[in-house]
């Protein structure tokens, strides 16, 4: 069995691993800070007490800034994936447009402008389409998965698929 892993999915293990650690840090630094509790409280003329609170003091923000960095990245590199996948979505779907005919393009901007959601019946009312002619059409659309048919009573509902919704109803 091959174990195959992409530059993206290396990323996201990788910030995955810096929160776990920022995690871990977190967690663990109040444990080793109480092992070097110190034995007196004055050594010479200054409190060891006060020396360990300020040292916490600085090291605390350092920490929070440190966390605060991680997360940024990881969100970063989530974010730029997620935009790629949005761009290649709207690609596709720019390219299915393109490859409609004239009586398809017809239906799905008449579907486009009732928000995405449409009856059968008002589809049929468009000039130079018929009944019989929007079914095939629609029933054309369907198999392309440009749209999708819901039952509703004596007629049917038609509503863009959803990813295409999103991208051609921004």
């Known amino acids: 069995m091959e174990l195959n892993i992409n530059l993206a999915n290396k990323k996201i293990i990788a910030g995955i691993i810096a929160l776990i650690c920022v995690i871990a840090i977190v967690f663990y630094l109040p444990t080793i800070v109480s092992m070097s509790e110190p034995e007196a409280c004055f050594v010479g003329s200054v409190c060891q007490h006060e020396q360990r609170v300020d040292l916490l003091t600085l090291l605390i923000p350092v920490f929070v800034l440190v966390g605060i960095a991680i997360g940024a990245i990881v969100f970063f590199f989530m974010t730029r994936k ?3 996948k949005k761009n290649d979505l709207e690609n596709v779907t720019s390219t299915l447009i393109q490859f409609l005919n004239k009586d398809e393009k017809k239906i799905v ?49 038609i509503k863009l698929k959803k990813e295409i919704k999103e991208t051609l109803l921004k």
């Open 82 to 84: 997620l935009e790629s």
């Open 109 to 157: 901007e008449k579907i486009i402008e009732e928000n995405g959601k449409i009856y059968q019946s008002e589809l049929s009312r468009i000039e130079g389409i018929g009944k019989l002619k929007s079914h095939r059409i629609i029933r054309r659309l369907e198999d392309r998965s440009v749209i999708e048919v819901e039952k509703h009573g004596k007629t049917n509902i």
